[in-house]
Nanobody
């Protein structure tokens, strides 16, 4: 599975961005796709995930109500809509994929930088 993330940029606090992650090489429906982020000096953390087989979604408490993960099966693409952005959302965002039957994300995209100014 190859993953290509895009959509990062600079935005003011309160603004919105949509990240995209295009997946190639395997059927989207058999994988769970996730978004993670890593802020400077901090460990990487889970943001959201979507299960390809049924569209079930999961969001970290820190982004619930502000971020929404979604998927386009036809395009093998996962999106992360980010609204009401805060300076603490500043990070490099990574998309990742795992076989739904596996607990480990084995495939990672290159990351896209999101910077939220106050």
């Amino acid at each position: 599975v190859q993953l290509q993330a895009s959509g990062g940029g600079l935005v003011q606090a309160g603004g919105s961005l949509r990240l995209s992650c295009a997946a190639s090489g395997r059927a989207f429906s058999t994988y769970t796709m996730g978004w993670f982020r890593q802020a400077p000096g901090k460990e990487r953390e889970f943001v959201a995930a979507i299960r390809g087989s049924d569209g079930s979604t999961y969001h970290a408490d820190s982004v619930k109500g502000r971020f929404t993960i979604s998927g386009d099966y036809g395009k093998n693409t996962v999106y992360l809509q980010m609204n009401s952005l805060k300076p603490e959302d500043t990070a490099v965002y990574y998309c990742a994929a795992r076989k739904t039957s596996s607990g480990t994300y084995a495939y990672w995209g290159q990351g896209t930088l999101v910077t939220v100014s106050s």
